[in-house]
């Protein structure tokens, strides 16, 4: 008798262990596990064990042994940090694909020649972050192949830095960061001022460290002539406030938790204020990343991806939408939108079977090979 009711209870038991194991995705979290980014890590590692499951029964060329691992930049030893500096510096010595481009000098400009040509496209739209995923294997697949860069591209997590951006250890000036905040310039014109935020801390050149004696060949948008050689410093204009605001590790968190589908993830992402969920966001995650960095070419919509900084950035956004499939894979393959930012002028519904066309840079793919990290073009995840 004693042991049938043992394994009645035991039968009892791991009924009520499935009926409690629902998707993360769905379950309760405590504000303080969301302010203190302790839900996000769980969100993350819960994504990162997903998509190693999946990897596991997957018969393409990417497996759990050649898979790409990418990090946030804290997690990666000095040594290797610098290495992808290294490989960036590299990148800008390399020569340019776009010779009729006057201003594109360089293997590292010719990002931002193919994000301008698809800004209007790519944002607040259908392809915002397949496009986004595209681009940044594509600078990865430069750096391996131009300049022997063995390692992944970093992300950058801004809710570790709101508390003091200027000491963030991607900003702090180190030999191991990407350099040093901007010339603090008094009396700049604020035009985050709009949605409540202070001003930055910089504004100016970067003060020290890499990239401080770089020249910037080409943008920004309100040049005579954006595309044409307009050489200058990097300007950076750290705003801890914006980030605090806008980039939170809770603002963060929320984005993932509130996402119920890919329409109004991506619309929570920017704070795309057609829908009423996001428009209380203001610049949202993706806006407070960027004019957390700010200046020039970083708080520019067309040129940013000439700011080394722009890669982290959109690194994290990119794992933002890793953690957010995997979190429930099966429902999260799809896309919505149409082709044109904010739907103007009026376009018609993207479809997976549409194409981004990335040559010369790049084979022109179907959006649906660029869904999954771990198959098509891709073989990484985030950790
Ligand atoms: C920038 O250039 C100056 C002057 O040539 C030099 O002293 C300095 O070490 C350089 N800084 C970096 C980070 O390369
Ligand atoms: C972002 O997070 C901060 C800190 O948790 C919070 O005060 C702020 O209201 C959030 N911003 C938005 C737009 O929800
Ligand atoms: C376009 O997609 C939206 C949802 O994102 C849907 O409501 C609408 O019916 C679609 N339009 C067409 C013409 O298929
Ligand atoms: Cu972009």
Redesign the pocket.
Known sequence: MKSLGNSVLLAASLLLCQAIAVPLSTQEISQADIDSGKALSDYSQAAFDNAMTRLGKSDSGCTKDNVKVRKEWRKIPGEERTAYRKAVECLMQKPSVFPNVEGAKSSFDDFAVLHVAFTPYVHNSATFLTFHRYFLRTYEQRLEDQCGYTGTIPYWEWGLDCDDIDKSPLWDGSETSLGSNGEYIANKPNPMSMFGAKAGTGGGCIKSGPFSNYTVNLGPIGAAKPLGYNPRCIKRDLNSDICAKWASLGNTTLTIRDGTDV?IFQALLQGDFRYKQASRLGMAVHGGGHFTIGGDPGGDFYFSPLEPGFYLHHGQIDRLYFVWQNLDWEKRQGI???GTMMNMPAS??VTLDDTLDFSPMNPKREIQELIDTISGPFCYVYE
């Open positions: 329409e919505a939108g149409t018609r519904n």
